[in-house]
C-alpha cells in the first residue's frame, strides 16, 4: 500500500475512532476487561503498523518535514492545519505507541473501559501533537490533552483530597492560555499569512517588542509543561500518590510536550531581546535538576525517586534542545526514544512490585530476591536508566552533554551532578528491593512476573539493545 | 398600506398568542402545560416566518423598521425559544405547573424585545423596555412556591425597574429638552451637526443604562443573577440569552448609529463595566455553588468580554462580535439544556452536591455537561476557540493589551469554577439518585452539538452573511 | 582476526547465558568449554602466524560526530590480550571441577564476554569505545557477583568512575568535537577533565581510599572474585590509565593525587592484609596491593615493558587460585606459593629496583601471613620443613639470575622475616571488622551525607515551608478572603442593589463630568 500524505490524518483519526467504538461498546461484565485490552491493543497495533509504512517510505537523510498535508480550518479569519513528518517526530510517535501498548495490558483493571477510553483519546491527541507542522494545529493538540489527563488523574482519591489536581490543571491551563496567545498574536502580526510552519517561526520578521513578549510567551509555555522549581513539589506529590502506572506514565509524557515545543519552535539563533530569558532559564533549570535530584535521592518512594530522574532527564533534553545548534536534534531524538521506553518500563515494573507487597503486606525490603525474571528485568531497566550502554540514552547523551559542555561548562557540571544523584536514587532503590539480609528463608514471596509479561518485556529489552547500536534499526531501517 | 401593517405580524402573532392562551385558559376544561406549549410553538413558528418573509417591510420608517439586521436578532430569539420549547414544556409537565403565565410573559418580552430592536423612535424604546422589565419582573415571580422569596423578589424588581425607569424617563427627558425629538433619525442628524454637552452626554448615558441592564453587565448584573438562582429554571434559561442578545445587538447596532458621532461619549463607561464583568463573572463563577448561579456568573464573564470587544464603540468590528455572541448562546443553551435533565425525585436539581456522582450513572449528560463547561474555557476543539481567536484578533488590531491580559488573568479564575462543575460530577461520590433524562434532552444537545459543528465547518458562510447583514 | 574472536566471544556468551538452569547444564557446559578452547586456539593461531588486520565499524556516521569501533589484529593488541586469554581459558577449565560454583555455564559466559569486553577495551582508539567497553565490564562485573551488599557497593562505586569518565570524555569531546585518542595528545584538556579521569581511574581500581567495595567481596566465592579481580573493572582501570596516560602525565596535580594514592594504597592494604582475620579478606588486600603496583609500574615505566606486567599478572592469578582455605595439601601449597614468587622475583627484574624490591617485601610479608592463616584454620601442626626447602630452591635459582642485586636480598630479608613468624604473630591477633571499610564509611559521610542531608533542609524549608505553607497557603487564604467579601457583595440583597446602583451612578458623573481625568 503507497503512503500519500494525505494519510497522515488516518494516523490521528485511528486511536480517536476507537475512542467512540469503546464508549459505545456494550458493557460485559463477563468478558469486559479482556475484550477492552484487545480492542486497544488492535487500534494501537495498526497504528504501529501504519507508523512503520510511514517510516519505510520516509527519507532519513533528509532534515525537513516530509509527508506535508494541508486542511482549511478557518476562511475568516484564513487558517490552514497543516501535518507532516519527520525523522524525529516518528520515533516518538514509536515510543509513544510502544509505551501505550505495553502498559495498556498491565494497567487496565478496574474501569477498563474508561480507561482505556481515556487512553485512546491520549494516544490520539499525541499523535496529533507530534504530525503537527504548523502552529495552530500545534496549539490544538498541545492543549487537547489537558482534560482526559485531569479526568484521569481525578480518579485518584489521595489527589482529589489534596486538590493537586486543581494546581496540576491551573498550571497546565496557564501555559495554554499563555500559548493560545503567542499563536494568535503570531497570525495576527503576519497578516496574509493563512499557515504559519514551525520552522518557520524562526523566520518571522517581528519588531523588538513583539519577538520580546512573543518568545517569552513561548518560552513560559513550553516551560510550564516540565516540573522545574518552584513548581515540582506538588508536581511530584500529585505525581507519587499516583498508584496506576498508566496514568503516571501519561502525567511524565506531558513535559514531552514541552520540550517537543522548544525543540520544534527554538531557532537557532535566538532573537536578542529574548537572549537573557535564555539565561534565566538556564539558571532555574540547574536549581530544579539539582533540587529534585537531591529530594529524590532522601525520598523513599520510589514514584518520587522515578519521577526526579524523569524530570532531570526532561530538564536536560529542554537544554539541549535550547543550546544554538540544530546538530543534535536527532540525538535528543534517540536519546528521548529509549528514555521514554525506559521510564515506562520502570514504573509498570514498580507497580507490579508495589501491588504484589499489598496483596501479601510484605515489606519492601528483598521483596524481588526470589523472583528471577521480575529481578531480571528490573535490573536490566534500571541500569539502562542510569545511563549503562544498553540502549540508545548512553551514546546520545553523551553526544547531547558534550555539546553542553562546549555551549556552559557549569550547566553541563550541574546537569553531571544532578544525573549522578538520579541514578545513584535509583540504584539505591534496586539495592533495597534486592537486599536480601532481612528475608527469611521458606518466608511468603511474591508471585514472579508471568511468562508472557516476561517474554513481552524481554522483546522490549531487546528493542532497547538494538537501539544502542541504531535506533533506526528497530524500524527496519 | 396592509403590507406595511403586516410588517407587524410578529408583534402580532405574539400578542394573539397571549389572548389566545388566555381564552385557552379560561374555557378550556382539560389543561395541561402541553396544551399552552404547543399553542404557543405554533404562534412562535408563524412569527419566525412573518418575521422573515417581511423582513424588510417597515411599518413606520420613522417609528418601527424591519432590516435584515432585526429580521436576524428576531429570528435567534425566535428559534432559540422553539428550539428550548420541547423541553420547557416536559418541566411543566414533570412539576405538575400551570405553563399559561409563563408563555404569555414570555410573548410579552419577545415583543417588547422585537420592539427595542425595531423601534426608531426613543419613547417606543422607552415602552418597549418597560414592557421588558414589567414582564421579567413577572415572570421571575411566576410558579414560585415560597411565598418570602417571591415577596423579596417582587421588592427588589421592583426597586430594579423603578431606578431603570427613572434612568430612562430621565434620559429621554434630557434628550428630547436638547432636540426636540425623539426619532432616531432626527436625533442622528442632531448629535453630527452639535457639539455636545454635559447634559447631552448625561442624556445619552442615561439612555444607555437599561441597556445595559438589558445585557446583565455589570453594575446591573444583581436582577438577573437573582433571577436566574431563584426563579424556575425555564425562566432562567431564557431570559439570560435572550435579554443579553437584545441588549448586545441594541447596543452595538441601534445605539451607536443613533449616535453615531457622539458615540464615543459611551466608550469609558463601555470599558469599565466591561471590565469589572470580566473580575465579577469570573470570580463568581469560581466562588458559587448552585450551577444556574455560576452560568450566570460565566455568562456576565463573557458579556464583559463582548463589551470588551465593542470599545471603543466607533471602531467595532460587528461581524467578531456577533460571532462571539453566537458561539456564548450555544455554550449557553448548552449548558442549561443538560440543567434539564439532571433530575431526582421529581426535582430538577441545581447545585454542586446535588450532581455529585452524576458522571457513574448518567454518562452521556456528564458527557455533554463536559463538554459545554470546557467550552466555556476555550479548551479545543470545541467552537470557542474560534471566537477566542476572533476576540484576541481584534483586541490585538486595536492594541487592548491590558484588556486582554486581565481577560485571560481572569479565564484563569473560570477555569477553577468549571474544575469544581467537572470534578462534582466525576468524582464526588453520590448522594442520590437520579431520573431517567427525557429524550428532549438529548434532541437539544444533540441539536446544540450539530449547531455548534455547523459553526466551525461553516463558519466562512456565517461571517460572510453577518457581514452582509451588518452593513445594511 | 580479533574481529572474529569478539565476535565468537560474543556469541558464546550469549549462548552460554541463555539457560539459567542447574540440573543439565553438563550437557552444555563440555560444548561451551570446547568452544573457549577453539576460540583460544584460533587466537593461538593468530599469534603464531602474525595474522595482521584492520577492521573499522562506522557506528556513527554523523558528519558532526562520528564515532567508530575499531578493531585491531597488531602484534601490540596480541601482547597486550595474551595474558587475558591465558586467564580466562583457566579460569573455564578451573570451573569445571570447581565445587563451589553450581551456575558453572554462566561463568563461562561471564568470562567470555568480559574477555570480548577487554578486546573491545584494547582496541580502543577513541574515547567512546573505552567508555562503552568499560561500562560493559561494569555490567558484567554487576552480574558477576552474587551478594547483594558486594553489588551494590560495586555499583556505586563504578557508577560514580563511568559517569566520571563519562563527563571527562564529554568534557573533552565537546570542547574539541574530537574524540580520537591520538588527537587528544595536541589539544588542551580541561583540568576538571583530567582530575576526573585519575578519580575514575583509581575508583576503577580501588586505589586508596576507593577499596570498600572490593572488600565486600570476601562474601563472593572464588572463581568469581577471581574474574572481577583479573578479568574485569581493574584491568579496565589499568587500560584506561595507559591509553590517556600522555594526558594525565602533563598535569602535576593528578599525578600526584594518583601517585599519593598508590602510596596509600600499598601501605593501608599491607597492614590490613596482616591484621585481617580473614583468608579472602586477606587475598583481597594483596591483590589490591598488586593493583597499585602494576599501575605505579605503568607510570614509572611510561608503558613499556607491558609483556612483563602481564607474565605477572599471570603469576598473580595463579596466586590466588593456590591461596585458598583447605583441609590438605598445605605443604604442598607453600612449596608452590615459593616458586610463584620466585617467578615473580625474576619478572621484577624488569622493572626499577625501588618498586620491584619493595613489592616483593610487601608480597612476601603478606603471602606469608595468609599461609599461615590457611594453616590455622586447617588445625595442622605448623611444619617449615617445605617452607625452607622451597626457600633454599628458589634462593639458588634466583641468585643464578641476579647475584648481589637489591631484590635478592630483599628476598632474603623477607623469606627471614617469614621464618621468623613476624606476619604470623604480628598483628594477626588484633581484632578487626573485616567486611567493613572504614574508608567507605569515611566517603559516605564527607560525599553522600551532606547531599542527602542538604536535600532534606532544601525539601523542608523551601518546598514546604516556604513555598506550600508561605507562598501557597497564602494565596490560598488570600483567595478564600476573596470570595467572603464576593459573597457579600453578592447575597442579593436590596441593600446590595442599591450600592450596585451607586456605583452606576458614580461610573456615569465620571463619564460625564470626568472625562481625561484617567485616560483620553
Known amino acids: ?477 | 398600506m396592509f403590507i406595511s401593517y403586516l410588517s407587524c405580524m410578529p408583534e402580532i402573532l405574539l400578542l394573539l398568542n397571549v389572548i389566545i392562551l388566555q381564552i385557552v385558559k379560561h374555557l378550556r376544561k382539560e389543561q395541561t402545560p402541553k396544551t399552552f406549549a404547543s399553542i404557543s410553538k405554533v404562534f412562535f413558528v408563524l412569527t419566525l416566518i412573518s418575521s422573515i418573509i417581511f423582513y424588510n417591510i417597515s411599518f413606520s420608517k420613522n417609528w418601527y423598521d424591519n432590516t435584515e439586521y432585526t429580521t436576524l436578532i428576531k429570528s435567534i430569539l425566535v428559534v432559540f425559544v422553539l428550539i428550548t420549547n420541547g423541553i420547557v414544556c416536559r418541566w411543566f409537565l414533570n412539576q405538575n405547573y400551570n405553563s399559561c403565565r409563563y408563555y404569555q410573559l414570555l410573548s410579552l418580552i419577545l415583543i417588547g424585545l422585537f420592539g427595542i430592536i425595531s423601534c426608531q423612535h426613543l419613547g417606543v424604546l422607552m415602552a418597549c423596555l418597560s414592557l421588558v422589565f414589567v414582564s421579567v419582573a413577572m415572570i421571575s415571580e411566576n410558579n414560585l412556591d415560597n411565598p418570602i422569596e417571591k415577596i423579596k423578589l417582587r421588592q427588589f424588581n421592583m426597586i430594579n425597574n423603578l431606578l431603570l425607569i427613572l434612568f430612562m424617563i430621565g434620559g429621554i427627558a434630557l434628550i428630547y429638552e436638547k432636540t426636540n425629538t425623539l426619532y432616531y433619525m432626527q436625533l442622528q442628524n442632531y448629535y453630527q451637526k452639535q457639539d455636545m454637552d454635559n447634559m447631552d452626554k448625561l442624556g445619552m448615558l442615561f439612555v444607555l443604562v437599561p441597556i445595559l441592564e438589558l445585557i446583565g453587565c455589570v453594575p446591573f448584573h444583581l436582577r438577573r443573577l437573582k433571577i436566574q438562582k431563584e426563579s424556575i429554571l425555564p425562566v432562567a434559561s431564557s431570559l439570560s440569552i435572550l435579554l443579553s442578545l437584545t441588549g448586545v445587538a441594541f447596543l452595538l447596532h441601534n445605539l451607536s448609529q443613533i449616535f453615531v458621532q457622539s458615540v464615543e461619549v459611551y466608550n469609558e463607561m463601555i470599558f469599565v463595566c466591561g471590565i469589572t464583568s470580566v473580575i465579577i463573572g469570573a470570580v463568581g463563577s469560581s466562588s458559587g455553588r448552585n450551577l444556574r448561579q455560576i452560568f450566570g456568573f460565566l455568562e456576565v464573564f463573557n458579556l464583559g468580554i463582548i463589551l470588551l470587544l465593542g470599545y471603543p464603540l466607533q471602531n467595532i468590528n460587528i461581524e467578531v462580535i456577533f460571532s462571539y455572541v453566537l458561539i456564548l448562546i450555544l455554550m449557553l443553551m448548552g449548558g442549561y439544556i443538560c440543567l434539564y435533565g439532571i433530575r431526582s425525585r421529581g426535582n430538577y436539581l441545581q447545585t454542586m452536591e446535588d450532581i455529585a456522582g452524576l458522571g457513574k450513572v448518567k454518562p452521556y449528560l456528564a458527557g455533554s455537561l463536559l463538554i459545554f463547561c470546557c467550552s466555556f474555557i476555550g479548551i479545543p476543539p470545541f467552537l470557542s476557540v474560534w471566537g477566542n481567536f476572533l476576540m484576541i484578533h481584534q483586541m490585538l488590531n486595536e492594541q487592548h493589551f491590558i484588556s486582554l491580559g486581565v481577560i485571560f488573568l481572569f479565564l484563569i479564575w473560570v477555569a477553577y469554577g468549571i474544575l469544581n462543575i467537572i470534578k462534582s460530577i466525576y468524582f464526588d461520590k453520590r448522594t442520590r439518585n437520579f431520573e431517567r433524562v427525557d429524550v428532549g434532552v438529548y434532541v437539544g444537545i444533540v441539536m446544540t452539538v450539530v449547531l455548534m459543528c455547523y459553526g466551525i465547518i461553516w463558519q466562512e458562510n456565517i461571517m460572510d452573511s453577518l457581514a452582509t447583514i451588518m452593513r445594511q | ?520
Not at chain 1, 187 to 209: P, S
Not at chain 1, 337 to 345: P, Q, S
Not at chain 3, 125 to 144: E, K, M, P, R, S
Not at chain 3, 445 to 473: H, K, M, Q, S
Request: with cysteine; aromatic share 16%.
Open chain 3, 1 to 520: 582476526m580479533i574481529i572474529h574472536l569478539f565476535i565468537g566471544l560474543l556469541i558464546l556468551g550469549g549462548a552460554a547465558f541463555s539457560y539459567q538452569g542447574v540440573r543439565l547444564q553438563k550437557f552444555f557446559l563440555y560444548p561451551a568449554i570446547l568452544a573457549v578452547s577453539y576460540i583460544g586456539w584460533a587466537f593461538y593461531w593468530g599469534v603464531t602466524n602474525n595474522v595482521t588486520d584492520f577492521y573499522s565499524f562506522s557506528w556513527i556516521s554523523s558528519k558532526y560526530y562520528p564515532v567508530n569501533l575499531d578493531f585491531f589484529s597488531t602484534k601490540e593488541v596480541y601482547t597486550q590480550l595474551l595474558t587475558f586469554f591465558i586467564i580466562a581459558i583457566m579460569v573455564c577449565y578451573s570451573v569445571i571441577w570447581n565445587k563451589q560454583e553450581r551456575q558453572k555455564l554462566n561463568i563461562i559466559a561471564l568470562t567470555s564476554l568480559n574477555l570480548a569486553a577487554i578486546i573491545m577495551l584494547i582496541c580502543g582508539q577513541n574515547t567512546l569505545q573505552i567508555l562503552i567497553a568499560t561500562c560493559f565490564l561494569d555490567v558484567l562485573g554487576f552480574c558477576t557477583i552474587n551478594d547483594i551488599t558486594a553489588r551494590r557497593q560495586y555499583i556505586f562505586y563504578n557508577l560514580l568512575a563511568d559517569l566520571g569518565l563519562f563527563t571527562a570524555f564529554a568534557m573533552i569531546g565537546g570542547g574539541n568535537a574530537a574524540n580520537q585518542l591520538q588527537i587528544l595528545d595536541n589539544i588542551h584538556i580541561n583540568v576538571i577533565s583530567l582530575f576526573l579521569i585519575t578519580l575514575s581511574v583509581m575508583l576503577k581500581a580501588g586505589i586508596f581510599p576507593f577499596q570498600g567495595y572490593y572488600l565486600q567481596m570476601i562474601t563472593v566465592n572464588d572463581v568469581r572474585r577471581i574474574i572481577l579481580g583479573f578479568l574485569s573493572t581493574p584491568i579496565a582501570g589499568f587500560f584506561i590509565l595507559l591509553k590517556v596516560m600522555p594526558l594525565i602525565q602533563e598535569n602535576v596535580t593528578c599525578l600526584y593525587i594518583l601517585k599519593g594514592g598508590l602510596i596509600l594504597s600499598f601501605v593501608w592494604n599491607f597492614f590490613a592484609s596482616l591484621i585481617s582475620d580473614n583468608i579472602n579478606g586477606k587475598k583481597i588486600h594483596i591483590n589490591l596491593v598488586f593493583y597499585a603496583f602494576i599501575f605505579w609500574v605503568v607510570l614509572a615505566e611510561q608503558g613499556q615493558n607491558l609483556e612483563c606486567l602481564g607474565k605477572i599478572l599471570i603469576l598473580q592469578f595463579l596466586l590466588n587460585n593456590i591461596l585458598h582455605g583447605g583441609q590438605k595439601y598445605n605443604q604442598a601449597r607453600y612449596l608452590a606459593v615459593i616458586l610463584l614468587i620466585s617467578a615473580v622475583v625474576l619478572t621484577l627484574l624488569k622493572f626499577s629496583q625501588f618498586i620491584s624490591y619493595s613489592y616483593l617485601g610487601i608480597l612476601m610479608l603478606m603471602t606469608g601471613s595468609v599461609m599461615y592463616r590457611i594453616h590455622q584454620a586447617s588445625g595442622e601442626e605448623q611444619d617449615v620443613f617445605y617452607l625452607i626447602v622451597g626457600g633454599i630452591i628458589t634462593s639458588y635459582i634466583i641468585n643464578e639470575e641476579m647475584q648481589n642485586s637489591y631484590l635478592f636480598w630483599t628476598y632474603m630479608a623477607s623469606f627471614g622475616l617469614l621464618l621468623s613468624g613476624f606476619p604470623y604473630y604480628g598483628l594477626s591477633g588484633l581484632q578487626m571488622r573485616t567486611t567493613t571499610d572504614i574508608w567507605s564509611k569515611l566517603l559516605y559521610l564527607l560525599f553522600i551525607a551532606p547531599i542527602e542531608f542538604l536535600g532534606r533542609i532544601l525539601w523542608l524549608t523551601i518546598d514546604f515551608i516556604i513555598i506550600e505553607r508561605t507562598f501557597l497557603n497564602s494565596f490560598s487564604r488570600f483567595y478564600i478572603w476573596l470570595q467572603k467579601i464576593f459573597a457579600k457583595m453578592h447575597n442579593f440583597s436590596i441593600k446590595n442593589l442599591l450600592w450596585y446602583w451607586f456605583f452606576a451612578g458614580l461610573l456615569l458623573s465620571y463619564c460625564v463630568y470626568g472625562e481625561g481625568i484617567l485616560w483620553k
Open chain 1, 1 to 477: 500500500m503507497e503512503i500519500t500524505p494525505q494519510m497522515l490524518p488516518i494516523l490521528i483519526l485511528i486511536p480517536f475512532l476507537g475512542f467512540i467504538f469503546l464508549l459505545l461498546a456494550r458493557d460485559d461484565t463477563r468478558y469486559s476487561v479482556r475484550n477492552i485490552i484487545m480492542a486497544t491493543e488492535f487500534i494501537i497495533c495498526t497504528n504501529i503498523i501504519m507508523l512503520g509504512r510511514f517510516f519505510s517510505q520516509l527519507d532519513i537523510g533528509q532534515q525537513s518535514v516530509q509527508f506535508l498535508t494541508t486542511y482549511k480550518l478557518f476562511e475568516k479569519p484564513k487558517i490552514e492545519l497543516a501535518f507532516g513528518l519527520d525523522v524525529f517526530s516518528l520515533m516518538m510517535l514509536v515510543a509513544i505507541h510502544v509505551i501505550f501498548l505495553i502498559s495498556i495490558p498491565f494497567s487496565v483493571k478496574k474501569n477498563a473501559k474508561v480507561m482505556s477510553c481515556l487512553s485512546l483519546l491520549m494516544l490520539g491527541m499525541m499523535t496529533g501533537f507530534l504530525v503537527s507542522a504548523d502552529i495552530f494545529s500545534f496549539y490544538l493538540f498541545f492543549a487537547m490533552p489537558l482534560i482526559p489527563l485531569f479526568l484521569q488523574i481525578g480518579s485518584i482519591e489521595e489527589v482529589r483530597k489534596s486538590r493537586w489536581m486543581y494546581r496540576f490543571f491551573i498550571y497546565n491551563f496557564i501555559g495554554m492560555i499563555i500559548l493560545f496567545l503567542c499563536v494568535c498574536a503570531l497570525y495576527h502580526y503576519q497578516k496574509g499569512e493563512n499557515i504559519i510552519f514551525l520552522r518557520g517561526v524562526a523566520r518571522l520578521r517581528l519588531t523588538h517588542w513583539q519577538e520580546y513578549w512573543i518568545w517569552g510567551g513561548l518560552f513560559v509555555a513550553f516551560v510550564s509543561r516540565i516540573p522545574i522549581w518552584p513548581f515540582h513539589y506538588w508536581i511530584a506529590s500529585m505525581t507519587s500518590a499516583i498508584k496506576n502506572p498508566l496514568i503516571f506514565i501519561q502525567i511524565n509524557l506531558f513535559p514531552l510536550t514541552g520540550v517537543y515545543g522548544l525543540i520544534r519552535f527554538c531557532p537557532k539563533t535566538v532573537p536578542e531581546s529574548v537572549s537573557y530569558l535564555l539565561i534565566g532559564l538556564e539558571i532555574i533549570a540547574a536549581i530544579s535538576m539539582l533540587f529534585i535530584a537531591m529530594i529524590g535521592l532522601i525520598n523513599k518512594d520510589n514514584r518520587y525517586k522515578l519521577f526526579s530522574f524523569i524530570t532531570v532527564y526532561y530538564i536536560i533534553y529542554l537544554q539541549g534542545a535550547l543550546l544554538p545548534t540544530s546538530r543534535i536534534l536527532l540525538n535528543i531524538g534517540y536519546s528521548l526514544f529509549a528514555f521514554l521506553i525506559i521510564m515506562c518500563v520502570l514504573e509498570l515494573l514498580a507497580a507490579y512490585v508495589r501491588e504484589e507487597q499489598q496483596k501479601y503486606d510484605l515489606h519492601l525490603y528483598g521483596i524481588i530476591c526470589n523472583t528471577p525474571r521480575l529481578g531480571f528485568l528490573y535490573a536490566f531497566f534500571t541500569l539502562s536508566a542510569v545511563g549503562f550502554p544498553l540502549s540508545a540514552l548512553f551514546v546520545n547523551n553523551f553526544v547531547i552533554l558534550s555539546y553542553v559542555f562546549n555551549y556552559n561548562f557549569n550547566l553541563g557540571i550541574m546537569m553531571m551532578l544532578a544525573l549522578i544523584i538520579a541514578s545513584a536514587s535509583l540504584l539505591k532503590e534496586l539495592y533495597l528491593l534486592k537486599d536480601n539480609r532481612y528475608v527469611q528463608p521458606g518466608s511468603v514471596c511474591i508471585m514472579d512476573l508471568s511468562l508472557k509479561a516476561f517474554y513481552g518485556l524481554s522483546i522490549i529489552a531487546i528493542l532497547l539493545l538494538i537501539s544502542f547500536f541504531n535506533p533506526l534499526l528497530i524500524l527496519g531501517v
